[in-house]
């Protein structure tokens, strides 16, 4: 059974950084890539970015909103996918999922940051 | 940027009737590899979203066969031939064509 779970959420200030975690379980870690999907509570669903497989240079894609801010990365060898945040904003206060493939195959139940003064 | 457009925005439906879903995009969603990039997900109260069909008309490993995607271009729509209880939720198109990848506003479907 394929499992992802987040963590690292919270609150934090404006300006600040934050690393998520998300743990896997169930799948070929190295041979998928892995992405990160955002959700304001009670709104739509936003994309982050997402990470390739080292096969395909483990190479990353961000949305606009977060690209040079935010960076993915992964670590194989304990199945890890991290997403650090930095230089965070308000508009950035989201339920933020990993998920199993770019395209979100499989989602994790999400880890709430909260950025607030 | 791509722009994804879902009717309706809310949906009332009588167990076991059909339901229909359509999704826009504001340009093809067909690239240059020959595979479409559209996704429909649902999101049921309280849950993290789930795949349901991928490329447009795939449904993903344990989607009931109740759910069917179709279309192409700019042009796709998802179909539920009878809709169940457990089908409540909010459900989002999604294109993933240029690496700034988009989605539907959510269409909330609840039943009569």
């Known amino acids: 059974e394929v499992q992802l779970v987040e963590s690292g959420g919270g609150l934090v200030q404006p300006g600040r950084s934050l690393r998520l975690s998300c743990r896997t379980s169930?799948?070929?870690?190295?041979?998928?890539?892995m992405g990160w999907f955002r959700q304001v509570p009670g709104k739509g669903l936003e994309w982050v970015g997402f990470?390739?497989?080292?096969?395909?240079?483990?190479?990353?894609e961000y949305a606009a909103s977060v690209r040079g801010r935010f960076t993915i990365s992964r670590d194989d060898s304990r199945g890890i996918v991290h997403l650090q945040m930095n230089s965070l904003k308000n508009e950035d206060t989201a339920v933020y999922y990993c998920?199993?493939?770019?395209?979100?195959?499989?989602w994790g139940q999400g880890t709430l940051v909260s950025v607030s003064s | 940027e791509i722009v994804m457009t879902q009717t309706p925005l809310s949906l009332s439906v009588t167990p076991g009737q059909p339901a229909s879903i359509s999704c826009k995009s504001s340009?093809?969603?067909?690239?240059?590899?020959?595979?479409?990039?559209f996704y429909w997900y649902l999101q049921k109260p309280g849950q993290s979203p789930q795949l349901l069909i991928y490329?447009?008309?795939n449904r993903f490993s344990g989607v009931p066969d109740r759910f069917s995607g179709s279309g192409s271009g700019t042009d796709f729509t998802l179909k539920i031939s009878r809709v169940e209880a457990e089908d409540v939720g909010i459900y989002y198109c999604?294109?993933?064509?240029?690496?700034?990848?988009?989605f539907g506003q959510g269409t909330r479907v609840d039943i009569k």
């Open positions: 999604m294109q993933g064509l240029d690496l700034s990848w988009t």
């Open positions: 169930g799948f070929t870690f190295v041979d998928a890539p």
């Open positions: 990470i390739r497989n080292k096969a395909y240079g483990g190479t990353t």
């Open positions: 998920t199993r493939g770019a395209a979100g195959y499989f």
């Open positions: 490329e447009a008309s």
């Open positions: 340009q093809s969603l067909l690239h240059r590899d020959g595979r479409t990039y």
